[in-house]
């Protein structure tokens, strides 16, 4: 039953909830609204915990048998316990709010912000360094994309002839491709919806 | 002979020079830009203004759903968006119904919706209020199950607000049952959300639905808006820009795609020097020199 | 701009300032950055999950005398089972409820959003070529975008050799693609910059006026 039974439980909500599409009796509305829709967000919440814990975990074993680097699991520790002490304490206690968005708006928005922001400096070293039109298909791709570039560059009488061929680009030949990605995405999600309810696809059980 | 060697050296060279240079001269390039604040003309895209002419078309008291589906990374392209739509809904006096469906989100979108409402204060001496003229639902996990829970019903995901006040308390959501009594729902995101807004908000109930994504995913949402499954793309600042004109309100995106040209242009003289390189190396080389 | 935003602005800054010496070499400062945004973005997760889901969602509604919700928070503590090797098998079931229910709900909405509503869009477009109020141009992009989608459908046909008749359609096939991933190529490279002008934004514009005053 370690295997069969979560491939039962796969398989019976699967197909009730295709069912249920279709044919919205009343009662398959009540399981859809008070059950289907309603209780997964609550088993995600713990489910995103498992992360938290991980990473207490891996941080508090780094720590103990001082890896390297053991020092930066200890902020890493201090970061997780004091932000989660000050938002958790502070719905209780509201004065800890104004620390929790203190937090939140000069330690998390930053830093994240700028992590991503570090990839404008990667693509330009990759534009200078990689970028090279060493073939036909490289060459369309490289004029698409400056092309695409331009289409706000202030340039004068060739701004609305940049900014037409952009939106070619954009609503014709970019619209034709993505359409043809997106049809082989969705027959793919639907066949791999269709092998999990089935039972083929099982590498979410993991080992035993 | 030499001469050849040496013009081969000047190309080897210049690919050769260390990464950080590179580095240097672009944020060089982006600092002097953001002090000279440039400005130039945004372009209105037919995908930015049918989204404007849609809530330009709203009555006062029209209910929208905005739902900020985005993380602090993203803050630069999106938020501008944000503060563009929340002041159309504001002056409007359209009611706006807000979610934030990425966990690290809800902090900054209840951030955005008091700036906005502090802006409005200041232009009108009015300051919207949460129950009254917008209320913020907040997080659940699992987006495509909430999705489709506040089809059914906004009660089922969220029975009280991010502030956790009862919905049922809340007067603006007297008679708000789900989807179908907000006349749109405008998607900000940075994630797959949009794509289950798509699938799971217009596919099951048919909201009419306006995205406003990064320029990374700005391009892969052409084919829904030409059937029709959404009726508005903002990409990237570009589309923030667009809608920040719009609504008569030059911010951060106006000011940021001035200096943006400074960016591209870097980026494309780069690849146009890095291409002169390539082919001038490779010709050497296939002359045998 | 008083002193407290003054301060705070400060912090951001050097923040952004030690995540940017990467750009110089890897280093103690960003490392220190790097760390602490894991920790504060992993303790944000656990007061937002508890102020939004388990005071609402759980412990609002068993004290109002729902007792079934305690079947959801059974389901949930279940997930937990995972950390211990000899009881992760438990872990399997709540994950199957959820995957039960998506992947029923994913097949009609994904197959009608994403294949049947495109294909119908498509044909719809070409459908409208003999109405005589269509133009030259959007008769001309309209067979344009359906010899693009079924060229760019046939590249991605893998079963058979790209060979001949079949090899020169994918050819137009990967051309279209090409074009495409060249358009958000541009757009890829709007957003990194933006990304970037963002903070030089905020460093140049915030925290350095009100640093020196």
């Known amino acids: ?208 | 002979m030499a001469e050849n060697n040496s013009r081969k050296n000047i190309f080897e060279r210049m690919f050769a020079i260390d990464r950080r240079w590179v580095y240097g001269f672009l944020m060089l390039a982006v600092v002097l830009s953001v002090i000279a604040k440039p400005i130039i003309p945004i372009p209105i895209s037919r995908e930015a203004r049918s989204i404007y002419d849609f809530m330009n078309s709203l009555n006062s008291g029209d209910y929208i759903h905005l739902a900020m589906d985005y993380d602090p990374s993203t803050l630069a392209e999106l938020h501008p968006m944000t503060r563009a739509v929340l002041k159309q809904c504001f002056e409007k006096k359209i009611k706006v119904i807000i979610t934030a469906l990425h966990q690290n989100g809800p902090g900054m979108a209840a951030a955005a919706i008091d700036t906005a409402c502090q802006r409005h204060f200041e232009l009108t001496g009015y300051r919207p209020e949460s129950g009254k003229d917008w209320v913020f639902l907040g997080y659940k996990p699992y987006p495509i199950l909430i999705i489709l829970g506040m089809g059914q019903n906004y009660r089922i995901p969220f029975p009280n607000d991010y502030y956790n006040v009862p919905l049922d308390s809340l007067p603006m959501m007297n008679g708000i049952r789900n989807y179908q009594n907000v006349k749109a729902v405008i998607n900000i995101s940075a994630t797959s959300a949009t794509d289950w807004w798509i699938t799971y908000g217009n596919g099951r109930y048919q909201v009419p639905l306006a995205i406003g994504v990064t320029g990374v995913m700005a391009t892969d949402y052409y084919p829904y808006l030409q059937t029709g499954q959404i009726f508005g793309i903002l990409g990237g600042l570009q589309g923030a820009a667009e809608y920040e004109t719009l609504v008569g309100t030059p911010g951060k995106a106006v000011e940021g795609m001035s200096v943006q040209v400074v960016g591209h242009s870097i980026i494309i003289i780069f690849i146009i020097i890095g291409n002169i390189g390539y082919f001038a190396t490779r010709k050497k080389s296939k002359l045998g020199l | 701009m008083d002193f407290g935003t003054a301060i705070s602005n400060t912090v951001a800054a050097l923040l952004t300032l030690c995540i940017f010496s990467f750009l110089y070499k890897d280093n103690p400062f960003y490392k220190f950055a790097e760390h602490l945004v894991v920790g504060v973005s992993a303790g944000y997760w656990v007061s937002i999950l508890y102020i939004n889901v388990v005071i609402p969602n759980i412990w609002q509604k068993l004290t109002a005398g729902k007792w079934w919700y305690v079947i959801p928070t059974i389901l949930g503590v279940l997930m937990w089972t995972r950390i211990v090797k000899r009881w992760s098998w438990i872990s399997r079931y709540p994950l199957a409820f959820y995957l039960g229910i998506v992947t029923g709900v994913a097949i009609p909405l994904e197959m009608q959003t994403k294949v049947l509503e495109q294909i119908f869009g498509t044909v719809q477009s070409f459908a409208a070529l003999h109405n005589s109020s269509t133009d030259f141009w959007a008769g001309f992009n309209t067979v344009v975008v359906v010899i693009g989608i079924i060229t760019s459908l046939v590249y991605f046909f893998f079963s058979k050799e790209h060979k001949g008749a079949t090899g020169s359609v994918a050819k137009v096939g990967i051309w279209t693609l090409m074009i495409g991933f060249g358009a958000s190529f541009g757009y890829t490279v709007m957003a990194r910059i933006s990304l970037l002008i963002e903070r030089i934004q905020f460093l140049v514009n915030d925290w350095l006026p009100g640093l020196f005053g």
């Open chain 1, 1 to 208: 039953m370690k295997r069969q039974f979560p491939l039962i439980i796969i398989f019976s909500l699967g197909l009730f909830m295709v069912v249920q599409y279709f044919v919205p009796h009343e009662k398959s509305e009540f399981f859809y609204e008070f059950i289907a829709l309603d209780w997964p967000p609550i088993i995600g919440a713990f489910a995103l915990m498992l992360g938290v814990i991980s990473l207490t975990r891996v941080s508090i074993t780094k720590i103990k048998r001082k890896k390297e680097a053991w020092g930066y699991s200890i902020v890493t520790l201090i970061g997780l316990f004091t932000m989660s002490a000050v938002g958790v304490v502070g719905y209780h206690y509201p004065p800890l709010t104004r620390a929790f968005n203190w937090n939140f708006n000069n330690i998390m928005i930053p830093i994240s912000a700028t992590m991503f922001s570090l990839l404008a400096f990667f693509i330009a070293s990759a534009a200078y360094r990689a970028f090279r039109a060493r073939s036909v298909l490289a060459t369309i791709l490289l004029v698409a994309a400056i092309i695409v570039m331009m289409r706000f560059f202030p340039l004068g009488p060739l701004t609305s002839v940049v900014g037409r061929a952009s939106d070619w680009i954009l609503n014709v030949p970019n619209l034709a491709a993505k359409r043809a990605i997106l049809i082989g995405v969705g027959l793919g999600i639907v066949s791999t919806a269709m092998k999990v309810i089935l039972g083929i696809e099982r590498s979410y059980l993991g080992k035993d």
